[in-house]
């Protein structure tokens, strides 16, 4: 998250920062807005808290965190438990195995999703490319993202 806070930062604009207390890590990054800093005790109320208020998920390479949080986004969607945002996973390289896997397995062997969901999210390589679909996601739409 501290990647999406400093260009956040930089770029002159808010920068919110959903924290989880660990005992073993884990202290705000410096580039939050100091009022837009909230911390959370527990994993669940914090991804309640994150997906309820967003607006776009780019997600980098990480650890089961992340892909705890990419899959609950995709679920919600998929279930049409929250309206649709742009998910995009930037790394092609980094995602492609678990793709190949999503598609091989859970598509096609098990026949537990379906086509249409593979469209919830996108992968790219590049921040620009990741700008891009974000602005033309919205650009179909009445809304637009608040930043």
Do not use: C
């Not at 770029?11 to 909230?38: H, M």
């Not at 469209?119 to 993202?145: G, H, Q, W």
């Amino acid at each position: 998250m501290e990647a999406a806070n400093k260009g956040a930062a930089r770029g002159k604009g808010k920068s919110v920062g959903i924290n989880i207390d660990l005992p073993f890590e884990q202290k705000p990054n410096p580039y939050i807005d100091a009022d837009k800093l909230i911390t959370f005790d527990h994993f669940f109320v914090r991804k309640l808290m994150f997906m309820k208020y967003a607006q776009g998920f780019i997600v980098l390479p990480g650890g089961f965190g992340t892909f705890d949080e990419l899959f609950e986004a995709i679920t919600l969607i998929q279930t049409r438990k929250i309206g649709k945002f742009p998910i995009i996973l930037v790394g092609i390289k980094y995602w492609k195995g678990l793709l190949d896997w999503i598609k091989e397995e859970m598509l096609e062997e098990e026949h537990n999703i379906s086509p249409e969901d593979l469209n919830i999210f996108t992968m790219v390589d590049t921040s620009d490319e990741a700008v891009n679909y974000i602005v033309k996601f919205y650009s179909r739409y009445l809304l637009s993202p608040n930043f």
